[in-house]
């Protein structure tokens, strides 16, 4: 396909537990977002890519929370220590260039146990 | 930052009414409005978007409005179909990667 693809789609883990969530963005976008959404609320930002690098990590909870894009495609959110306040969906998005339209992908739901 | 509000939070309608809703931003250097619709277990999906150099875009049966003075902008769809009903987001965006998004709007059409 050739949409934002997130695995896994849905994620059960006890708490205390480590947990990465993976996005692989459409083919050729640069830009790269994480964003959590909890119900009933709109997505919440978490960080952004351009390249490899994060951007902007400003959205990011804590230090329990941390993404990496070593080759600029494929990125990684890792949680450590998962809490319960850490269930919700995370959602990933990609865009072409800087400011653009942003398209997401399905969405990890995680719930911590 | 940037903070949006959206409201109404849910909204119902009968079929074939038309149904609004409405957004404010606080920067006033944003200047792009996506709104998505998010269906259950599914992502966003971008549906419209406005850019702050016009004042309104129309697709079809979907529509959006934007008043850069009062910092407002609006969804409005019309002759509603049972599966428009979803949650609808609006955001708005700098163009620094920095989009911000309302908390939803949860729209049922009645049929």
């Known amino acids: 396909g050739a949409g934002v693809s997130q695995t896994p789609s849905n994620k059960v883990t006890e708490k205390g537990k480590y947990v990465e969530l993976r996005c692989d963005p459409i083919?050729?976008?640069?830009?790269l977002y994480w964003y959590r959404q909890s119900l009933g609320q709109g997505p919440e930002f978490l960080i952004y890519?351009?390249?490899?690098?994060?951007?902007?990590d400003s959205g990011l909870p804590n230090d329990r929370f941390f993404a990496v894009r070593p080759e600029g495609s494929v990125s990684t959110l890792k949680i450590q220590r998962t809490e319960r306040g850490d269930s919700a969906v995370y959602l990933c998005?990609?865009?072409?260039?800087?400011?653009?339209?942003?398209?997401f992908g399905e969405g990890s739901w995680l719930t911590v146990v | 930052g940037e903070n949006v509000e959206q409201h109404p939070s849910t909204l119902s309608v009968q079929e074939g009414d038309s149904a609004v809703i409405k957004c404010t931003y606080s920067?006033?250097?944003?200047?792009?409005f996506p709104w998505y619709k998010q269906e259950l277990g599914k992502g966003p999906q971008l549906i419209i978007d406005?850019?702050?150099?016009?004042g309104e875009k129309k697709d079809q049966r979907i529509a959006v409005t934007l008043n850069k003075t009062a910092k407002h902008f609006s969804l409005h769809i019309t002759e509603t179909q049972p599966e428009d009903s979803a949650v609808y987001f609006c955001?708005?965006?700098?163009?620094?990667?920095?989009?911000?998004f309302g908390a939803g709007t949860r729209l049922t059409v009645k049929p």
């Open positions: 406005i850019r702050s150099n016009v």
């Open positions: 083919s050729g976008h640069t830009a």
């Open positions: 920067d006033s250097a944003s200047n792009y």
């Open positions: 998005a990609s865009s072409s260039s800087s400011g653009n339209t942003i398209y």
């Open positions: 890519f351009q390249g490899t690098g994060a951007a902007d």
């Open positions: 955001a708005a965006s700098t163009g620094n990667n920095d989009m911000r």
